[in-house]
């Protein structure tokens, strides 16, 4: 049973949930995969297995994962090219006293790729590797503000942007969230500025002239930003001596292994990575030009496992592997012809609903203009989704594992909800076809 005693379709997981609640804060690590997210007491909450595009739940459901666990699998799960390398490296050690070459093998393989990288820097993960560049922003320059846009993960350095009397998050990150914890002293510390608008930047950067350590954002989500407009925050910033960062944690490797900045033409000053640069293995990097990062070596930053050998070699392997298969352009063939299709599907249900966005990242756009029943229809259509095997929210984090099976079994299943959808919304009785509570956004980026 679920919290309000319905009925769930997956009891084991419910079961595992609620004794998590009673263990750990939140029941989860991760506020992504809290079941709130999708369709409480539908949606699959514990997995079992993976393997190349699907996962196996705990109550004995096969799902194709459209999210891609978090964006972090660019292959698929238990890929066995990178399982072989890492389960040989374990062979020999995972971390020593002294260090290894795959740190400087790594590095140099990085640099050859990434437009900005000349140095580098590793971490774990992609909300640490962010605080890592704004700490050398910050060190670099000798100041302490810093702008951003888009969501940079959850330390004291970021949350502090709610401290102030409006709760500057609620668009970049999503509403509700209590800076509980971050001390007050930070607050003013870091500001928000709105994706595409160069005016607004500009004239925030001169309100607080001389004081901006460094101006971060995602470069993109959705959408491709608008001609020039990239190159337009990187002059607004270098012109005030801030450092300008990229934070590249979510698109990774998707655009090649160059990483966005590359496919976008737009050269960071630092760049942050982390999910798909390692197919689900833990690793992240800072990378960037050698003036900004070379000061790092004189500030304390510094942790025994940024450097263990399962995330090197799990990382360098991704590369190559990402670049020897052309992942890039297969993610991208396979999203358009994906999009195609469910637009096809739509059509021909005659729903009010688009599949659109970038073709490595698409994302359902549900026509409905009342905010209530949109949330409602999105809710159905994951609903309906999970029961067809098809785990996801709205959208699509796509894998090289993902063929041409797992685009029809989900095309047929997309046909059916949504001509679910299109019946409750013409008898107005959409809300008694849910049998879950509507699914809580996870994060409403700025980022298009």
């Known amino acids: 049973m679920t919290n309000d005693n319905r009925p769930t379709r997956v009891p084991r997981s419910m079961a595992l949930y609620e004794r ?11 506020i ?13 909450v514990y997995a079992a297995r993976a393997a190349g595009a699907r996962f196996w739940d705990v109550d004995g459901f096969e799902y194709i994962d459209w999210i891609s666990g978090i964006g972090s699998i660019i292959l698929g799960y238990a890929d066995p090219v990178v399982d072989d390398a890492v389960c040989r490296q374990i062979t020999t050690g995972t971390i020593y006293s002294v260090n290894h070459e795959l740190e400087i093998e790594l590095a140099e393989e990085l640099c050859r790729s990434i437009p900005c990288a000349e140095m580098v820097r590793y971490a774990k993960c992609g909300g640490e590797a962010c605080a890592i560049a704004v700490r050398i922003a910050r060190g670099v320059t000798g100041r302490d503000k810093v702008l951003f846009c888009g969501y ?69 989500r959705s959408e491709i930003p608008a001609e020039g407009y990239l190159a337009g925050v990187a002059k607004l910033t270098r012109e005030q001596g801030a450092v300008f960062i990229l934070d590249e944690v979510s698109a990774g490797l998707r655009f090649g292994t160059g990483g966005a900045q590359e496919y976008l033409k ?24 050698r003036e900004v990062m070379e000061p790092a070596a004189r500030m304390f930053i510094s942790s025994t496992y940024w450097s263990d050998t ?73 609903q309906e989704m999970a029961k067809r095997g098809c785990h996801g929210y709205a959208s699509f984090y796509l894998n090289a594992a993902q063929g041409e099976r797992e685009l029809e079994q989900t095309v047929n299943a997309a046909r059916e909800a949504f001509t679910i959808i299109r019946d409750g919304l013409a008898a107005n009785q959409i809300d008694r076809l849910l049998e879950c509570d509507v699914q809580q956004d996870a994060f409403r980026r700025l980022v298009r």
């Open 266 to 289: 737009v050269t960071p000053d630092m760049a942050v990575f982390a999910k798909s640069l390692s197919n689900g293995y833990p690793m992240a990097a800072v990378v960037g030009r």
């Open 32 to 44: 992504s995969r809290r079941p709130n997210r999708v369709a409480y007491g539908v949606s699959p």
């Open 310 to 382: 399962i995330g090197l070699r799990a990382a360098l392997t991704t590369l190559r592997e990402v670049r020897r298969r052309g992942v890039p352009e297969q993610l991208s063939r396979f999203g358009a012809e994906l999009k195609r299709r469910l637009n096809a599907v739509a059509q021909e249900v005659g729903i009010d609903v688009r599949c659109e966005g970038i073709d490595v990242h698409p994302h359902l756009q549900f026509g409905m203009t009342d905010a209530k029943v949109k949330g409602q229809a999105t809710t159905l259509y994951i």
């Open 20 to 30: 998590a609640m009673k263990l750990i804060p939140g029941a989860t690590q991760l």
């Open 152 to 220: 940079h993960g959850w330390h004291d350095w970021y949350l502090a942007a709610n401290l102030a009397e409006e709760a500057s998050l609620n668009s970049h990150l999503f509403p509700g969230i209590e800076p509980t914890g971050v001390p007050s002293a930070l607050a003013g510390t870091v500001l928000p500025f709105a994706y595409g608008d160069l005016t607004a930047l500009g004239e925030l950067l001169d309100r607080h002239r001389g004081q901006i350590a460094a101006v971060i954002m995602e470069p993109l």
